[in-house]
């Protein structure tokens, strides 16, 4: 079945540095794959999404794009602030399923220090 | 707009005990969800509804029951509570667009 698999945490970065969170996926077809944000004590939130191969998502300087040829898409933000502490979720939603049955991946704890 | 509301915050249920997690939207959308979160393993689809008087299974609805009377509300009952299903429960709603979020309940069972 379809699966995402992202790195493992906890991140711990110090402010103003690069941050790249790995996410593979295995699915049939071509899903759209999705990045969420979870900040603590709250819901998952949108951070970007992308539909088809080759798109890049981006968003509050948070950036992915859509790799089919390695089935990726990673995310990165090349100068993180500490409110970017936070939980980050890739997921994937298969070709032909509804809006909202999403495969989860585990997240990556994102700690970014002063 | 309130968007996602989820009640209790927090509950702390006894072995065999039942409850129903509450939750509703204001955005008029037609899907909702129940997905639980645990420590390591991603999120985790109970059930979901496509419209009122409609639901269906996820991936892991065993000792859950939903129901969909209305656009707005989509409880989550847990008849017999049992320690597995501690957890963080999340409702969530969409209208063909990616998937709003409540902000979480946090259950225990104990």
């Known amino acids: 079945g379809d699966s995402v698999t992202q790195m493992e945490g906890p991140v711990t970065l110090s402010e103003e540095a690069f941050l790249t969170i790995n996410c593979t996926y295995t699915?049939?077809?071509?899903?759209?794959l999705f990045w969420y944000v979870q900040y603590p004590g709250e819901g998952l939130q949108l951070l970007l999404k992308?539909?088809?191969?080759?798109d890049k998502g981006s968003n509050k300087g948070f950036e992915a794009t859509y790799r089919k040829e390695t089935t990726s898409f990673h995310l990165e933000k090349g100068s993180v602030q500490v409110s970017d502490s936070a939980v980050y979720f890739c997921?994937?939603?298969?070709?032909?399923?509804?809006?909202?049955?999403?495969?989860f991946g585990a997240g990556t704890q994102v700690v970014v220090t002063p | 707009n309130a968007g996602v509301t989820q009640t209790p915050k927090f509950r702390i249920l006894k072995i065999g005990q039942s409850m129903t997690l509450q939750c509703t939207q204001d955005?008029?959308?037609?899907?909702m969800y129940w997905y639980r979160q645990d420590p390591g393993m991603g999120l985790k689809l109970i059930y979901y509804?496509?419209?009122?008087?409609?639901?269906d299974k996820g991936e892991v609805p065993n000792g859950y029951n939903v129901s969909r009377s209305t656009t707005e509300d989509f409880p989550l009952r847990l008849e017999l509570a049992a320690p597995s299903q501690t957890s963080v429960y999340f409702c969530?709603?969409?209208?063909?667009?990616?998937?709003?979020f409540g902000n979480g309940t946090r259950l225990t069972v104990t």
């Open positions: 997921a994937l939603m298969p070709l032909t399923d509804s809006w909202g049955k999403l495969q």
């Open positions: 699915a049939t077809g071509y899903p759209s």
């Open positions: 509804s496509v419209g009122a008087g409609i639901t």
């Open positions: 992308a539909t088809k191969a080759d």
């Open positions: 969530a709603s969409s209208l063909n667009s990616p998937l709003h």
């Open positions: 955005m008029n959308h037609n899907y």
